[in-house]
Every structure is written in C-alpha cells, then in structure tokens.
T-cell receptor
Framework: NAGVTQTPKFQVLKTGQSMTLQCAQD?????MYWYRQDPGMGLRLIYY???????DKGEVPNGYNVSRLNKREFSLRLESAAPSQTSVYFC????????????FGNGTRLTVT | GEDVEQSLFLSVREGDSSVINCTYT??????LYWYKQEPGAGLQLLTY?????DMKQDQRLTVLLNKKDKHLSLRIADTQTGDSAIYFC???????FGAGTQVVVTP
C-alpha cells in the first residue's frame, strides 16, 4: 500500500546544478501536485496536473518545470538551482470527486548551497 | 498562502481540549480540510467539512464552520501527546493551505 512515493528523500545541490524530483502514485488518481514547504509559510503550490497530459502553474512556479510522464508519475525539475529553492518538496495526488482530499508523499528535503 | 491564515503555535496540557482556528478568504471553496503533519512525514487528512455544514463531529474531533465570517476551527477533545504535530487547514478553490499551527502537548 505505497500511496505516493517520492525520491530522493534528501538532496544537497550546489548553486547552478540541476536535478529532477520524482513522484509516483499507485491510487489511479487523475490529479497530481507539487508543493514546497517553508517555515512560517505553510505549503505553496508550485505546479499541478489535473490529468495526464496537462500541467498548470501554481502560486510559485518560477525556477521549476514539470512533466506528467503518465498517469502515475509527475516529476519536478530544477534546471539551475538557487539557494532560495532550499525547501522541503511534497508531491500529492487526488481523485476526481470534488471532495477528494490530497494524499501526500513523505517529502524531499533539498538544500542548495 | 496568505489567503488562508492560522495562528502559528498552540500549547495545551494533556487531557485538555485544543482549539485551532483558521480564516480563509475565498468563499467559493466547496470543502475545507484539516491535515496533520508529524515530524519528517507528509500531511495526512484528518477531517473535512462541506461548505453548507456548520459542524461535523468525528470521535475526538469537532469541526466548526462559520461561513459568514469565513472562519473554520478544529477542536480536539482530551488531547493526547500523540496529537503533538502541525495542523494545516486547506481550501479547495485555490488549493491553498494555511501556514500550519504547531500544537505542543505537555504532560
């Protein structure tokens, strides 16, 4: 019963390096999301995908790109990491029904030096 | 996001009731949610309320919704040490979360 799986759990990058955060869900959910969590600011939506083949910007998309590879997988890419992108990143998924809650992964803790 | 606001910290003694408050701005949200986050983990859904309801009770949890004032609260009865966590309220219209309320339960 995996739910939402994120890899890696931890990552340290130097400024300017690139990396891709991976997310997969096994609940057959249509919608998937990427959030970042920063102290005192709660969760802020970076990008979301309402269905396979579509992606939309959230509140803080600058510096990020996403790919909805198939129904299961939604990846987040940092092309040129900056210290301001140091954060904990959460992937989530939800079903189609209006009251479907978000199911979260356990997060990726990213530090950019 | 600043459209959903919560107080940042609550300290409560074991056995007492906890009340966590939340205000939101977007009245088009159909559902409002409470999530719990334990250290090192993602958020887990605790409970939710439909926007045309005033109250929902689920064992030790009571959710109150004042739609006129756009105010949501979560009451935890008989608070236990296992309830120590960060609690987030969230609304569906803009997929926004509050900053989270850190609840610390003391013996």
């Amino acid at each position: 019963n995996a739910g939402v799986t994120q890899t890696p759990k931890f990552q340290v990058l130097k400024t300017g390096q690139s990396m891709t955060l991976q997310c997969a869900q096994d609940m057959n959910h249509n919608s998937m999301y990427w959030y970042r969590q920063d102290p005192g600011m709660g969760l802020r939506l970076i990008y979301y995908s309402a269905s396979e083949g579509t992606t939309d910007k959230g509140e803080v998309p600058n510096g990020y790109n996403v790919s909805r590879l198939n129904k299961r997988e939604f990846s987040l890419r940092l092309e040129s990491a900056a210290p301001s992108q140091t954060s904990v990143y959460f992937c989530a998924s939800s079903g189609t029904a209006e009251n479907s809650p978000l199911h979260f992964g356990n997060g990726t803790r990213l530090t950019v030096t | 996001g600043e459209d959903v606001e919560q107080s940042l910290f609550l300290s409560v003694r074991e056995g007492d009731s906890s009340v966590i408050n939340c205000t939101y701005t977007d009245s088009s949200s159909t559902y409002l949610y409470w999530y719990k986050q334990e250290p090192g983990a993602g958020l887990q859904l605790l409970t939710y309320i439909f926007s045309n309801m005033d109250m929902k009770q689920d064992q030790r949890l009571t959710v109150l919704l004042n739609k006129k004032d756009k105010h949501l609260s979560l009451r935890i009865a008989d608070t236990q040490t296992g309830d120590s966590a960060i609690y987030f309220c969230a609304e569906t219209a803009k997929l926004q979360f509050g900053a989270g309320t850190q609840v610390v339960v003391t013996p």
